[in-house]
């Protein structure tokens, strides 16, 4: 299996724009998609990214997704924060080969 | 509307066995496979194997092989996942998740989770 780091945590004003990096140590970022959890407190995660790049329906266009070989890395991009959008977020990924699902440790956001 | 139902917490002793069932209505049961995904206190979560409920075929995550049970009732549209052997680093709370239609590794809604608490 691969590791999937993140930062422990990020913060940003409203309006203000926060991205979030997951950066996979072994096998490129393009070889599986990556998707994006938020998670509140006492609450399961939920997708606002998933397959690098795509929406949910009812995710806002504020959310988006990203990944850069050159890095390895995938980001996720939130754009005119609001205070609800503080939550831990937890990129995601897969072993095809090995049938498993890889998470990062999740970064927290704070808007302040 | 999908839902998914979870059992109630949980207290176990070192060494018992805890097994959490995930009501499931909204949908065709046997059409959809379902993860189940834990999280333990402060960190991210960590899948531990899929279920197709329609043949019962499972496959389980290398750290949980030979510990981790995974059924399902279909006469109830129920799923439940054993877990064997507990010890303090079985504290978590456990999740199913419906995995998306013909993708392994996409989800689309998940239970409300299970705190299992593992304690002498």
């Known amino acids: 299996n691969f590791l999937l780091t993140q930062p422990h945590s990020v913060s940003g004003s409203p309006g203000k724009t926060v991205s979030i990096s997951c950066t996979r140590n072994s096998g490129s970022i393009a070889s599986t998609y990556v998707q994006w959890y938020q998670q509140r407190p006492a609450s399961a995660p939920t997708t606002v990214i998933y397959?690098?790049?795509?929406?949910p329906s009812g995710v806002p266009d504020r959310f988006s997704g990203s990944i850069d070989t050159s890095s390895n890395s995938a980001s996720l991009t939130i754009s005119g924060l609001k205070t609800e959008d503080e939550a831990t977020y937890y990129c995601?990924?897969?072993?095809?080969?090995?049938?498993?699902?890889?998470f990062g440790g999740g970064t927290r956001l704070t808007v302040l | 509307q999908v839902q998914l139902v979870q059992s109630g917490a949980e207290v176990q002793k070192p060494g018992a066995s805890v097994k959490i069932s995930c009501k499931a209505s909204g949908y065709t049961f046997t059409n959809f496979y379902m993860h189940w995904v834990r999280q333990a206190p402060g960190q991210g979560p960590e899948w531990m194997g899929i279920?197709?409920?329609?043949?019962?075929?499972?496959t389980s995550a290398q750290q949980f092989q030979g510990r981790l049970t995974l059924t399902r009732d279909t006469s109830t549209s129920t799923l439940y996942m054993e877990l064997s052997s507990l010890t303090s680093e079985d504290t978590a709370v456990y999740y199913c998740a419906r995995s998306v239609s013909g993708s392994f590794y996409l989800s689309d809604f998940w239970g409300q989770g299970t705190l299992v608490a593992v304690s002498s």
């Open positions: 397959e690098d790049t795509q929406r």
């Open positions: 995601h990924s897969y072993d095809s080969a090995n049938l498993n699902w890889v």
């Open positions: 279920i197709n409920p329609h043949d019962e075929r499972a």
